[in-house]
């Protein structure tokens, strides 16, 4: 699907239209705006995409790695690392992330099998944890992520199948949760928005989600519909456009193959 834009002109490149990926991906990299140095790290072909996006345009001490674990100069192309070339900056193999992640100097963007109205996630399983019906990938890193810095969600595909009333399993700590918290363990919880197929998501002052943005060409009542649980809507704007520079470098630095219209269709 091509969202078209207003024409913008940056250097040689004008750009007239933008793909339903390509807002996404321009969504997720604005979630990233302002935090500094710190370590990206995003779960998804649209968050990878963003994240680096976001290092060579609005946030240039973003720290990225290549997936593997070398710190990169310059973030690759989807699908390259360290050994396809590039400036390594530091070796950072995975147990160094734990120091990291405690250290609250990441900022993470993670998928979700679940979400409920709090922003508590589920990536573990579906149905009773007893029996379940789906076994998902496991607990993982999500309790830590969001006990430890600030947190954002992708949802590839906005559904009442993702965005339920109640999650089967917690692994990623909601607002509820953490605000009634007997301990300070959870002090540093921050979380801040769900980009989708079809909106941005943020939470408001009683950390509800509520609509912050509607990506071009979507309504309200689409939103709503697929969402399981009532979502405020009326404070709603427009997702913004990619700007030239923006779909320049999408399309042939960072995905030059494309990669990110399997994970959004129209």
């Excluded at 309200?220 to 427009?238: L, Q, Y």
Aim: hydrophobic share 35%; with cysteine.
């Amino acid at each position: 699907m091509n969202v078209s834009s207003n024409t913008r002109t940056t250097g040689e490149t004008t750009a007239t239209e933008a793909t339903r990926a390509e807002v996404c991906i321009a969504a997720c990299g604005d979630a990233w705006r302002g935090s500094g140095e710190v370590l990206a790290h995003a779960v998804g072909i649209v968050p990878t995409i963003g994240a680096r996006l976001a290092r060579l345009t609005h946030s240039p001490d973003l720290v990225l790695n290549d997936g593997e674990c070398f710190f990169m100069a310059e973030p690759p192309p989807l699908g390259r690392t360290a050994a396809d070339g590039g400036v390594v900056e530091s070796w950072v193999p995975f147990r160094l992330i734990f120091d990291v992640l405690s250290s609250g100097k990441r900022h993470s963007m993670m998928g979700a099998s679940q979400i409920d109205r709090y922003g508590n996630q589920n990536i573990s399983s579906i149905g009773d944890w007893r029996a379940p019906t789906r076994q998902l990938i496991g607990v993982r890193g999500a309790p830590g992520n969001t006990a430890n810095h600030r947190t954002d969600y992708w949802v590839a595909e906005h559904s009442t199948r993702i965005f339920t009333e109640s999650v089967d399993v917690v692994c990623g700590v909601g607002n509820d949760r953490a605000r009634r918290h007997p301990t300070r363990s959870l002090r540093f919880h921050d979380l801040g928005v769900v980009v989708t197929n079809l909106a941005v998501l943020g939470y408001d002052a009683e950390g509800h989600l509520e609509v912050r943005s509607l990506h071009p060409g979507v309504s309200a009542a689409e939103v709503r519909e697929a969402t399981g649980f009532e979502i405020d809507t009326s404070r709603a704007g427009i997702t913004r456009l990619p700007d030239a520079r923006e779909l320049e470098l999408i399309r042939t630095v960072l995905d030059p193959a494309g990669v990110r219209d399997r994970e959004v269709r129209g």
